[in-house]
């Protein structure tokens, strides 16, 4: 069974301030790591992903993840945020067999000006 | 490339009704899990089907059910409904076919009980 555990609830950041969303996972299996993003009132998109390789992974948008697999983590950063950043981040892990994904509790990232 | 959709968007059933919530998966997906996601909390899996069949079921009692068609569409239907069932219910398509296996999803259908 897998366990995600999303640290912080809320995170309030000014704007172009850098800002990290961090995560933990368990795992007894091997996983996928993935963030995804969900603006009021819509479904989740995926932000990024690490699948394998580079334990560093980025985004279109400017977001970046680091695997640590000793401390079994998957913390999301950005080193200058926008307001229209502000949205639920969640943290998931996915079985490599592909079936289920288990969310963390999400964060919510909030940037004012 | 016709991504994830799903209707309705909004619903509101008295409890002890039945709904039955609908959805398409992407295009080349064969694969689609369903997702309640209560008001504050992350997603928690319900099911995920692959081609016809249940692949794997969470901790959700066996009033929650479903089914996948051959175009991999696929339906949640829900019995008896109380009122904890409130919740937005996501779907996500995939390919079981080939790794990673990522979950592309739709906007969700918004359930309210009352």
């Known amino acids: 069974a897998q366990s995600v555990t999303q640290l912080d609830s809320q995170v309030p950041v000014f704007e172009e301030a850098p800002v990290e969303l961090r995560c933990n996972y368990s795992s007894s299996v091997s996983v996928y790591l993935f963030w995804y993003v969900q603006y009021p009132n819509q479904g989740l998109q995926l932000l990024l992903k690490y699948l394998s390789g580079s334990t560093l992974v980025e985004s279109i948008n400017g977001f970046e993840a680091e695997f640590n697999k000793s401390q079994t983590s998957f913390h999301l950063r950005k080193p200058s945020v926008h307001i229209s950043d502000t949205a639920e981040y969640f943290c998931a892990v996915g079985e490599t067999s592909g079936s289920r994904l288990t969310f963390g509790e999400g964060t919510q990232l909030t940037v004012n000006p | 490339e016709t991504g994830v959709t799903q209707s309705p968007t909004h619903l509101i059933k008295t409890r002890g009704q039945q709904v039955t919530l609908r959805c398409s998966s992407q295009?080349?997906?064969?694969?689609v899990s369903w997702y309640q996601q209560a008001l504050g909390q992350g997603p928690q899996f319900i099911f995920q089907y692959y081609r016809e069949e249940e692949n794997g079921r969470g901790n959700f009692p066996p009033r929650f059910s479903g089914l996948q068609f051959p175009n991999y569409s696929s339906e949640l239907n829900v019995n008896a409904l109380e009122l904890d069932d409130s919740a937005l219910y996501l779907c996500?398509?995939?390919?079981?076919?080939?790794?990673?296996?990522?979950?592309?999803f739709g906007p969700g259908t918004r359930l309210t009980v009352t």
């Open positions: 295009s080349g997906h064969n694969t």
């Open positions: 996500a398509s995939s390919s079981r076919d080939r790794a990673p296996y990522e979950q592309y």
